[in-house]
């Protein structure tokens, strides 16, 4: 019968979406540092290190300077960047059972992940501390908020619209 609502296509009910603890993300966190830094210096070591005749510490020490850390950011951008434009989620997260998503519970596009990659790649300290004071009704990092993205607990798909997601904290 035309213009009958069943009642199965009532009002939608709010999707719910479990905000990840700080203390998930963090060990997420360590997990991501420690498979990317061994990766990182892995390599590094079997390309650089051949000319300084296992002199690396002393190279390291004594001229790299800062290019050693903005090296290592730059991977651990590009690795969060890839990883949670992609799948929403870095190994780290995948461990953990914890995911990126946009404010609607979808995986974030290549803008929103860039932005708020580079905030735990170049920033961290200042991000982390800056998201407890300002933003903990979501428990975002600023700039997660900037780039509109939470992190959850891993559930089904996202809802379609902002107004019919509700946000709780586990």
Known sequence: M???MSSSQGPRQPKEL???KWSDRFFAWVIDFIIVNIAVWSIFGAAVAAPFDGDLDGWVRNGAGPAPFIATSLVFFAYWTLMESTR????GKMALKIKTTDLEG???D???AVIQSFGKSFLLVIDVAAGWIFTNDKRQRIFSRA???IVVKEQGDGASNPENVRYTKS
Not at 88 to 91: M, N, T
């Open 106 to 108: 979808r995986t974030p």
């Open 88 to 91: 929403g989620q870095s190994i």
């Open 147 to 149: 780039s509109h993205t």
């Open 18 to 20: 479990v905000l990840a």
């Open 2 to 4: 035309i213009g009958r």
């Open 110 to 112: 290549i803008k929103s």
